[in-house]
């Protein structure tokens, strides 16, 4: 009888019936909201600037507030890389900001997280900003586009080519410019402006919303120097001051349509990216002046969602991330008073440098994670990068891990677990920074230490820089000098993973 019940035990334990765990929901569906330029102390439940923002913080409330969470990289196109392809951009040759008319970036033959979820049976969709590149060369915007989001793994997307302050300044519904007049047609180019078209050098009485300060004194549209040149297209043509209620509504709709089959949504926000321009609903509301203004208007966006969410049940089987694509900046190249107006208000949240920097403000950034009934409310002090998003998805719906770079770090993302990544190699404009438990190692780079334009530190020096963030959180110490041994140690750590592409030996270090 004993020998019995001792099997019919160690059958239940096998079994893992004695270990009551709740399962998660077969595939939830994911949404991932993506800022442009958000630092980590925009966003209020950081508790470190000024700048009020309820919606982002209720959702940290509810959800896993993340500390020590990173893009790649410290500006857009490499993150979005490296995000959506669970692979480090600095392997990815010409992975840095691009124009708005440059080729795919992203190889349509790799796996992405929308091409893996829909292999899992999701409805994957793009709402917002892109700037990974359409096509593989000159580009006719008036036909279909091909190499697009759509070629990478999305079923339908509604986006901007590249950045609000680059042409063209139109919106493109999956392989179609929205809007566009078959008599009119778009042309664009990013070297030689279309004879007879005014810029803003030409014709500087037509920036009547902003003037530029650096770059962006090309084609003018609605009052707004951009860069690059376009002609035409007129019907297609954005109005700024629109574009949060446009990415919004058609966020909200494709989630909406899929809202009974598991889907998979990029929302790529637009703000706070220069040219800033709130809604009149949210212009002046900050008191911080426009960059204010339009981080309030992206939390209003962002408690829609949730309140979408919330009110269709959706949201006890639905992962929200919210993140963005590197660190803030306030003097982007326009003259719209972000500097003037900014006040006590600490964007990169005490943390040096800022959006271009090697320094911790360039890619650490605000990182929250939502899922009611399955993450517990919590902060969590983890190294978590958003390379890991492929692997730990790929773990979420039982699939391979396609990329060696992305770690399955679903527990963490889950806050089941506090063990995030040992290391992590951190990217600005192809120079490189290395992070491993407490540490960080800038190699010496060769240029400015500071952008004056932009009044940001990059992080280069000719001498190593070794700092330890427990101890200097705003990396004021150089150790490289008194503690030779961890400066070695990094320095071996490091080579391990980026091996090829720097010659240690060299004085000044440059990406080969
Ligand atoms: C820079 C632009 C900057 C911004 C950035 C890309 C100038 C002088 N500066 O070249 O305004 O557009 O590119 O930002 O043109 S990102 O967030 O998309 O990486
Ligand atoms: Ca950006």
């Not at 179609?176 to 014709?203: H, Q």
């Not at 376009?230 to 966020?251: N, P, V």
């Not at 190593?464 to 503690?483: G, H, P, R, T």
Request: with cysteine; charged share 25%; proline share 5%.
């Amino acid at each position: 009888m004993k020998f019995k019940l001792l099997i019919l035990l160690s059958f239940l334990f096998l079994n893992g019936s004695f270990i009551k765990k709740e399962p998660l929901p077969q595939k939830p569906n994911i949404i991932i909201i993506y800022a442009d330029d958000l630092g980590y102390g925009d966003v209020s439940a950081y508790e470190k600037g000024i700048l009020q923002t309820p919606n982002m913080d209720k959702m940290a409330k509810n959800g896993i507030r993340f500390t020590n969470g990173h893009a790649t990289s410290a500006t857009c196109t490499p993150s979005r890389y490296g995000l959506l392809t669970g692979i480090y951009p600095w392997r990815k040759e010409g992975a840095r900001v691009l124009p708005g008319d440059a080729p795919l970036l992203i190889d349509t033959s790799l796996v992405t997280i929308p091409k893996m979820l829909k292999k899992a049976g999701y409805q994957t969709g793009i709402v917002g900003k892109w700037h990974l590149g359409i096509g593989k060369g000159e580009i006719d915007w008036n036909k279909d586009l091909l190499l697009n989001p759509n070629d990478v793994g999305f079923d339908y997307s509604y986006i901007m080519a590249a950045t609000t302050d680059r042409v063209p300044t139109v919106f493109i519904e999956n392989r179609r410019v929205v809007g566009l007049e078959i008599n009119d047609p778009l042309l664009v180019n990013y070297n030689k402006n279309f004879e007879g078209e005014p810029t803003a050098l030409s014709n500087p009485e037509l920036m009547t919303k902003q003037k530029w300060d650096h770059g962006h004194n090309m084609s003018m549209h609605n009052g707004i120097p951009r860069i690059g040149f376009q002609k035409g297209g007129k019907s297609a043509l954005w109005h700024d001051e629109d574009m949060a209620d446009i990415f919004l509504k058609q966020s909200l709709d494709f989630i909406h349509i899929h809202k009974n089959k598991p889907f998979f949504l990029y929302y790529g926000l637009h703000q706070p990216h220069v040219p800033r321009s709130p809604h009149p609903r949210f212009a002046g509301k900050s008191g911080l002046g426009v960059r204010g203004d339009v981080i309030l208007e992206a939390d209003w966006c962002v408690g829609e969602i949730m309140k979408k969410l919330e009110e269709t049940g959706l949201d006890k089987n639905t992962l929200v991330i919210l993140s963005s694509d590197n660190g803030p900046v306030l003097n982007d190249g326009y003259i719209d008073g972000a500097v003037e107006m900014n006040g006590q208000h600490t964007p990169s949240g005490g943390l040096r440098g800022g959006k271009y920097s090697l320094y911790e403000a360039g890619t650490r950034v605000p990182f929250i994670a939502s899922w009611k009934g399955v993450i517990r409310p919590q902060v969590s002090d983890a190294l978590v990068c958003q390379i890991d998003f492929l692997a730990s998805f790929a773990q979420l719906t039982g699939q391979k891990n396609p990329s060696a770079d992305s770690q399955n770090l679903l527990n963490v993302f889950l806050g089941k677990s506090k063990k995030g990544r040992k290391n992590l190699v951190l990217e600005a404009s192809n120079r490189l920074a290395f992070k491993k438990g407490d540490w960080v190692l800038i190699p010496p780079h060769k240029g400015s230490s500071i952008a004056k334009e932009v009044n940001i530190e990059l992080g280069n020096s000719l001498q190593y820089q070794l700092f330890n963030l427990k101890s200097d959180n705003a990396e004021q110490n150089n150790l490289a000098k008194v503690n030779p041994r961890k400066l070695e140690e990094m320095k071996e750590a490091m080579k391990q993973i980026v091996d090829n592409r720097y010659n240690f030996d060299a004085k000044e270090l440059e990406l080969k």
